[in-house]
């Protein structure tokens, strides 16, 4: 795993010309902003299903200009930025690759990779057609849409890049890009990757949806910040979420039994009022939570 400081600076020319991305919500505008603000491409182009959004995009200025049709799409386009939903980024790709040069670098920003991968090989990898890096900015919100992108969305944030079977120009590249956006970038393999997203990430929502869904109408009067912190993330578009946990199911399940393990210890803790179990307990999590701040700082 390697992983390097971000680049707070902007190029001091344009990594690229032509910036394609497809996907205009929370994360493809944050893109787009965070390209156009720090000069990472010289022009951006918005591309989706719908063109009542794309155009409001534009006038919002989040994107230059946008297509709906491949057959729109600038022939000097040489990085395309695939921003859907995981369960469509695949489709996307082959829907969108006829069109573009052969130089043109494809990368995503999905939450899982394995299945992605699994979906493309055919198409990337040593042997494949087309330079596909995969890419996941951990950086989001619980609000979805253009109207919430932020151009400093990604500074100081993480983003893992994959780089399994792809050559290194590639994903230096591709590094590059995420960068120049403000992040520092970690290399995993897709294995890797979803392995450890589906304890930081995929695990967390799944925890605030139960915990938010226990909650009785006649309690909410008295749920404090403890309470709204730690179920804040069920507030994410539900319908994401779905194709998020089910691509990454066996991981996500995994991560779900050790958390149900260390939930069956307090429970034993309590009932057998085993207060020394339940400091230790309790402490571990302290501990290690603790750390996460230091580690940032």
């Known amino acids: 795993m390697k992983s390097d400081l ?35 491409a010289r022009h951006i182009v918005g591309m989706g299903r719908h063109a009542e959004r794309l155009s409001a995009a534009q006038r919002a200025g989040v994107i230059d200009s946008y297509c709906i049709d491949p057959a729109q799409i600038p022939p000097q386009t040489d990085l395309f930025v695939a921003a859907a939903p995981v369960d469509r980024i695949a489709g996307v790709i082959r829907e969108v690759i006829p069109a573009l040069n052969p130089n043109c670098l494809v990368t995503d920003v999905g939450s899982t990779k394995v299945e992605l991968a699994a979906h493309l090989a055919d198409l990337t990898g040593e042997q494949g057609t087309i330079p596909f890096v995969g890419s996941h900015p951990i950086a989001g919100g619980d609000k979805a849409g253009f109207e919430h992108a932020s151009g400093d ?53 799944v925890a605030a949806a139960a915990l938010a869904g226990i909650l009785p109408d006649e309690w909410q009067i008295v749920t404090g910040a403890g309470f709204r912190d730690t179920s804040r993330v069920a507030m994410g578009p539900s319908e994401l979420w779905v194709s998020i946990l089910e691509s990454n199911w066996e991981p996500v399940v995994q991560s779900l039994e050790r958390l149900q393990n260390q939930l069956g210890a307090f429970i034993q803790a309590l009932k057998t009022n085993d207060s020394q179990k339940l400091l230790e307990l309790l402490q571990a999590g302290e501990i290690r939570r603790k750390q996460l701040d230091i580690d940032e700082s």
């Not at 991305?21 to 929370?26: I, T």
């Not at 500074?155 to 120009?169: F, L, M, N």
């Open 153 to 205: 969305l990604f500074i100081g944030r993480t983003c893992v890049i994959c780089p399994d079977h792809v050559v290194e120009s590639a994903v230096l590249k591709t590094e590059q890009f995420w960068q120049a956006l403000g992040m520092q970038t970690v290399r995993m393999s897709a294995q890797e990757h979803d392995e450890a997203l589906a304890t930081t990430s995929h695990l967390p929502h």
């Open 6 to 40: 971000p680049t707070l600076s902007a190029p001091a020319t344009p990594l690229f010309d032509t910036l394609l991305v497809y996907g205009v919500g929370l994360l493809g505008g944050s893109v787009a902003l965070a390209a156009k603000s720090r000069h990472v």
